[in-house]
DNA sequence: TTGCTATTGTTAGGCACCTAACTAGTTTGT
DNA sequence: ACAAACTAGTTAGGTGCCTAACAATAGCAA
């Protein structure tokens, strides 16, 4: 029964997963005459606002591993935006700051959350807006706690 | 100011996205076991209910691009789970079915999704559910139908 | 001081997503 | 009938995510 198939899909996929897939997907859109992919956006978003900052620092803001952060880094270093200076005070951490390259085209860049927000929620119900984030972030809290309880044992 | 910097952040990125790297997160942990990934996982499922299905079709009801597809379907063959077929009737097309291999591994499968679902929502009050469905689907669409506005503009 | 342990970052390899460009078939239009 | 346009799948290259294993540094303890 392929229609049933489809349907138990649906159900399994969920919205969340469409609803974040079309958001990255405008982000990348928005920011693709600039080079420049979401995590690389919000890591200059980041350094713009306070820097500098170490990359311990940063995963844990980003809420991304040590070894994909690294690669986001090596991208932005690669294109010439972003610095990487050895921590005097410990030597085994890294120092990001921007480069003047960096700051430039920071100052040209829009601002893709600002559009993605307005567009996604513009004119929709706020308490609908904060129940629907209520129950996606209880529902994650469940599956992470489900998750580390099974992972220790 | 690093707190202010955060709090946009977590507004930015919103609760669907960490719901669902979480669920990814989840099943990709009960995957592990059986060397399988989440698409590669969706793949078999649609098989073993339908079979064959040809790549084009799979392209339409997984919502993926034809090259990502290409990507998994050679991983499942690889692993000699799925075996490809030209399509007598248009060259061009290829049938996917289980193997052997395959068909058997399918029924040693637990059901991620079953188990996510439960995790994730199990008690939780059916109309916020389909509230935050809703509140999540319609904010999607409004994604897409700007992106695809700019596109063709 | 020497040696174990913990932490930071990188590298290697895998999955899942994308676009762009290619090949090989099929269809259509004149 | 034949060239043009379309379609199905692959390949190449990019992003972003992960784990596992490694090097270098730091810190602590005997």
Redesign the interface.
């Known amino acids: ?2 229609n ?3 349907l ?2 649906e ?2 996929e ?7 897939l ?2 990255r ?2 982000m990348e ?1 928005v920011l693709r005459p600039y080079d420049l992919g979401t995590t690389q956006w ?1 890591v200059l ?2 350094l713009a ?2 820097e500098p900052i170490n990359q311990r620092e940063l995963t844990r ?3 991304i591993e040590r070894a994909t952060l690294s690669a986001v880094i090596s991208a932005l270093v690669r294109k010439g935006l972003v610095e990487q200076i050895s921590d005097p005070h410990d030597q085994r951490q890294k120092l990001l700051q921007l480069t003047i390259a960096g700051r430039n085209l920071w100052a040209t860049l829009p601002d893709p ?1 600002g559009l ?2 307005a ?3 513009d004119g ?1 119900d706020d308490t ?2 904060a ?3 209520r ?6 809290q ?3 706690n ?2 580390n309880e ?2 220790s044992i």
């Open positions: 029964m392929p049933n198939s489809n138990d899909l159900a399994a969920s919205w969340a997963k469409k609803y974040f079309a958001s997907a405008l859109f919000y978003y980041l606002h306070d803001t980003l809420e959350i993605i927000t567009v996604a929620f929709v609908e807006i129940l629907a984030n129950v996606l972030r209880d529902a994650t469940r599956l992470n489900y998750k099974r992972k």
